[in-house]
């Protein structure tokens, strides 16, 4: 069935072996209305994929976190955005954290809400999940850096990473959140910028950079799947780079650090858009004690 609005009166038959692949792609990064996205939670000491996806217990920190987030659903009978969960049988556990943001539904991925599954290192039924969203968001509680390519998935392109501190300046007693992105080689600079240091005391405020963050990072990658010619070329402001350059290009450091290899673009015969060699991996540390490779 043709579209009402189509006016050609003629098609012929075009052969390309990868249009399937290519069609694929398109449909699964589709700009959608609503959003879901993964959370880790990173303790101290761990480094490994396993070490992470075994966590189950949540600690005071990473409740407040997701507090700032959105509420914390029952998922049986949830008449909402579900995200791909369960909502009837109880098969990706009880309850989940949810929010509504400038009218986009947002479900979240959470790992420590996702079934844990004994004598299973790997978790799979919580990376079948997480490893299949494009953005995540990692709340580290100390000072153990976040590998970029620890989480193996071809879906995963960019991490949101929080970190608990004490407040700066006068308020040293009050209760505050440094952030840093990270993102693969094939995403292009995006917003919205961060602050010179990347702090952040308000709630609001930082429930507003966290989601803006999160749905600008999906939203890139998105469009860069999509083709968009605008992205082929980095954006030259800084509102758009996220990064202010007095602070030695925080953002730009962070993200330009990451050499991990892409096999979206390969696999489908699109030319990757940054260059560099994909095999290196560089570690970098960016200030205030957050590093990534």
């Not at 189509?6 to 098609?11: L, R």
């Not at 991490?159 to 959140?177: D, H, M, N, S």
Request: some cysteine; aromatic content about 8%.
């Amino acid at each position: 069935m043709l579209c009402d609005r189509v006016t050609v009166s003629k098609f012929e038959v075009v052969s390309f072996l990868k249009a399937p692949e290519l069609i694929t792609a398109f449909d699964e990064h589709r700009v959608s209305p609503n959003f879901k996205f993964g959370i880790l939670y990173q303790k101290d000491g761990q480094f490994t994929e396993e070490d992470i996806l075994c966590n189950n217990e949540e600690s005071e920190e990473f409740k407040e976190l997701l507090s700032i987030l959105g509420e914390t659903v029952q998922l049986e009978g949830f008449t909402g955005f579900r995200g791909g969960l369960d909502v009837c049988h109880g098969q990706t556990g009880s309850e989940a954290v949810f929010t509504s943001f400038h009218g986009r539904e947002i479900m979240f991925h959470v790992a420590t809400k996702l079934p844990f599954t004994e004598g299973d290192p790997q978790q799979l039924q919580r990376k079948r999940h997480i490893g299949n969203d494009i953005v995540a968001l990692v709340y580290q509680e100390s000072q153990t850096p976040f590998l970029s390519d620890v989480i193996k998935s071809h879906f995963l392109h960019c991490f949101l990473v929080v970190r608990r501190i004490q407040g700066p300046g006068e308020k040293t007693g009050e209760t505050a959140y440094q952030v840093a992105v990270t993102a693969r080689e094939d995403v292009p600079l995006f917003g919205p910028s961060l602050p010179d240091p990347p702090i952040f005391t308000d709630v609001e405020g930082k429930k507003s950079l966290y989601l803006c963050s999160l749905v600008a990072e999906l939203s890139t990658r998105s469009q860069c799947m999509m083709g968009d010619p605008s992205l082929s070329v980095l954006p030259s402001s800084e509102a758009t780079r996220g990064v202010s350059e007095g602070s030695g290009g925080f953002i730009e450091n962070f993200k330009r650090a990451i050499r991990v290899r892409s096999h979206s673009f390969e696999t489908l015969g699109v030319p990757r858009k940054i260059g560099g060699s994909a095999s290196q991996k560089p570690k970098v540390k960016i200030h205030n004690g957050i590093e990534c490779a």
